[in-house]
Each structure stands twice: as C-alpha cells, then as structure tokens.
C-alpha cells in the first residue's frame, strides 16, 4: 500500500485515538504493525517515535527485551485539548473578552520565538501585530502550559480585555485570520468526504468491509480533519461569517466517524500488546 502521510503525525492520530484510551501505553512491536497498514515500514517508525521521545510528547520504557511508549504529561495534555476541539459538536459561545498576549523574547534565543509562534497558532491565537497575538477564547490554562513548558515567564504580559475599538469586532477578527480561505477548506472536506461516507455506509451495510480497512480509513478520516486544528482558530458563533461551514464538517466528521468506530477499535484491539 502507498505511504499516506508522514509517520509522526500518523502515530499521534493514533495515540489521540486508540493508545491513550487503552492504558496510554504501546509495545513498538504493535505501533509498527499499525502503521504498516498506512504503508509507513518498520524504519521510518522507529525515526518518529525517537523523535517524538526527544521532543517531549512520548517516553519509552523496557520490558524484558520490549520497548514500551507511552505519552508524557505535556503529550496528554496535547492529546487532551486536541480532542476536546476535533470531537466538540458546536462553536463555544462568546463572553464578550478578548485575551492578548505580548511577549520580547530576546534574539539570543530566537528558537524559543518560533516554538511559540507554532504552539500560539496550534491553540487558536491569531497575530494582531508585531509579538501581539489575540484569542476571544478563555486559553489562560493553555497559556500557563506554554510559559511553564519554554519556562518565559519573564519574557510575556498577558492581559484579559475588552475591545474599545476603532473598528468592529468582525474587523479585527479579519484582521488576525484568514476565514475565507479556512472556510474554502472545509467546503474541500465535505465535498471529498460526504461522497466517501455515501460510499463506505452501503459497504458496511452490505457487509462488505473487513475491520481494517475501518481502521485505516477512520484513521485517515480523523487525521485529515485534524489539520483544522492547525488553521481554525475554533472562534465563537458570534464572531463567524453568516455562511460558515466548519460546523458542517464537524458534523460530517462526527456521523462517519460514529459509524466506522466500532470495526475500527475491533482491529485495533486485535494488534494491540
């Protein structure tokens, strides 16, 4: 089968999905049988997940003569906060605050500038100017996370405010994200996937699916929808364009996701140690 995807972003679908709900540990042994159902080989595996491991999200242990992996606290609370936005049913309403944050990171440790601008965009924030982003969403536990992870704490002044203007809200809002283009994406998602899941349910009902071929395409499923998470800031109703299509897409997701689940979790128990 064709490789579809890189390997470290495949083994955190599945960490998110299946790993953290069985005990949150894997023998890489059973994580390299998985993967090769995606077409990643044994190699490339073993790269991502030493990766992972230096990057902080996993940890591995032995057994004997076995490697084990499991997340590690910031890895949890990564997988946590991801799934709370890929599985919420509707956009959160708005108690009307805007949140900043400001930070000077000196040159000298520039690489912390980057991290943060990554991990700031992955939570939602959106650039307003110059090391100023902005969030109407209640981040601060997030925030937290992040200055103790990169341990700024000195570097960043983060207010909680309302907005005196001078323009509207919507403005500001389009200052910061690109909605449109996000909103063209999610039209692409449903096109694609509505037709796959037109599909997919007459083969399930006909019985006419093997369990893993759910894995893989629930898993493919949720690993596409997943990079909303990197380009949606998830902003509340009020602050939405009247055409908006991501809770379409959520619901889309959902409802395939919903039907291939069971066969998908089947196989994945039957590989699992």
Known sequence: ????????????????????????????????KLLK??????????AAISRMSKQGW????????????????????????????????DSPSWDGEWRLLVYTIPEEKRHLRDELRKELVWSGFGLLSNSCWITPNP???????????????SYVTFFKASYEGMTTHEHLVEKCWDLEDINERYSQFIQEYSQKYI????NLA????????????????????????????????ELLP??????????????????????????FESVFE
């Not at 809770?247 to 069971?262: C, E, I």
């Open 139 to 153: 981040l601060e536990k997030q925030v937290n996370r992040l200055i103790d992870k990169y341990d700024i704490s």
């Open 206 to 237: 006909k019985d006419d699916m093997s369990d893993g071929s759910c894995f893989v395409k629930c898993a493919l499923l949720v690993h596409q929808y997943r990079k909303f998470l990197f380009i949606d800031p998830s902003l509340p109703q």
């Open 199 to 202: 599909i997919d349910k007459n």
């Open 37 to 46: 159902e995606f077409g990643h080989n044994e190699q490339s595996v073993r």
């Open 242 to 267: 009247e055409k908006w299509l991501g809770d379409s897409a959520a619901t889309l997701f959902t409802d395939y996701y919903q039907m291939l689940a069971k066969p998908a979790n089947r196989f």
């Open 58 to 89: 996993v940890q591995s242990e032995k057994r004997g003569n076995k490697s084990y992996y499991s997340l590690t606290e910031p890895g949890q609370a990564r997988m946590e906060e991801a799934s709370k936005r890929i599985y919420k049913q």
């Open 1 to 32: 089968m064709e490789k579809q995807f890189n390997t470290r972003s495949m083994i955190f679908t599945l960490y998110g999905d299946y790993i953290r709900h069985h005990g949150n540990v894997i023998w890489i042994g059973s994580l390299i």
